[in-house]
């Protein structure tokens, strides 16, 4: 299977801060990538796919970039609804689909 | 409005059998392909399988093949996952979930989840 790895595992951040979260595929992945957003008790919410396409309703401040192996999660002025935990997940078909371990953005 | 409701979690032994259902609601079910997506108490996302949406071809994580098996009822709208076998470590809120549609696995609506407790 292809191994999904985040980082940084928890950043603490501030309200209007700038917030980049990256995550490496243990193999090439094109841009078979999205990235989720979980709130405490809550299903994943649907973010990014194809790397950098925006899910329609996201805000304009989530983007998301990379191919092959290197990928990033931008939230460009974090607000007070942002602060959850954030997973990356490749989308291939062959091997199966597999996350990250998630990363924890928090209140500094 | 799409609406994924899960059932059928609770307690049950090591080496029973459990077996999970998603109501779905609000799009024409059998158009997409269907996820199972677990999560362990405190730990990440586990793809777990699919299925798609003429229930021709099918697909499980290495970790529950030969264990689970995943079908639909589409004159139902209802997707099954059915567990046996079950071990300790499949103790996880399992979550169904849609297909976005487009090429790729991607999960775009979710239900609320469905809790999973295997222990003596």
């Known amino acids: 299977d292809i191994q999904m790895t985040q980082s940084p595992s928890s950043v603490s951040a501030s309200v209007g801060d700038r917030v980049t979260i990256t995550c490496r595929a243990s193999q090439g992945i094109s841009s078979w990538l999205a990235w989720y957003q979980q709130k405490p008790g809550k299903a994943p919410k649907l973010l990014i796919y194809?790397?950098?396409t925006l899910q329609s309703g996201v805000p304009s401040r989530f983007s998301g970039s990379g191919s092959g192996t290197y990928f990033t999660l931008t939230i460009s002025s974090l607000q007070p609804e942002d602060f959850a935990t954030y997973y990356c997940q490749q989308a291939n078909s062959s091997p199966p689909p597999t996350f990250g371990g998630g990363t924890t953005v928090d209140i500094k | 409005e799409v609406q994924l409701v899960e059932s059928g979690g609770g307690l049950v032994q090591p080496g029973g059998s459990l077996r999970l259902s998603c109501a779905a609601s609000?799009?024409?079910?059998?158009?997409?392909?269907m996820h199972w997506v677990r999560q362990a108490p405190g730990k990440g996302l586990e793809w777990v399988s699919r299925i798609e949406g003429g229930a021709l071809t099918t697909n499980y994580a290495d970790s529950v093949k030969g264990r689970f098996i995943i079908s639909r009822d589409n004159a139902k709208n209802t997707l099954y996952l059915q567990m046996n076998s079950l071990r300790a470590e499949d103790t996880a809120v399992y979550y169904c979930?849609?297909?976005?549609?487009?090429?790729?696995?991607?999960?775009?609506?979710w239900g609320q989840g469905t809790l999973v407790t295997v222990s003596s």
């Open positions: 979930a849609r297909d976005l549609g487009v090429l790729g696995n991607y999960e775009d609506y």
């Open positions: 194809g790397a950098s």
């Open positions: 609000g799009f024409t079910f059998s158009n997409y392909w």
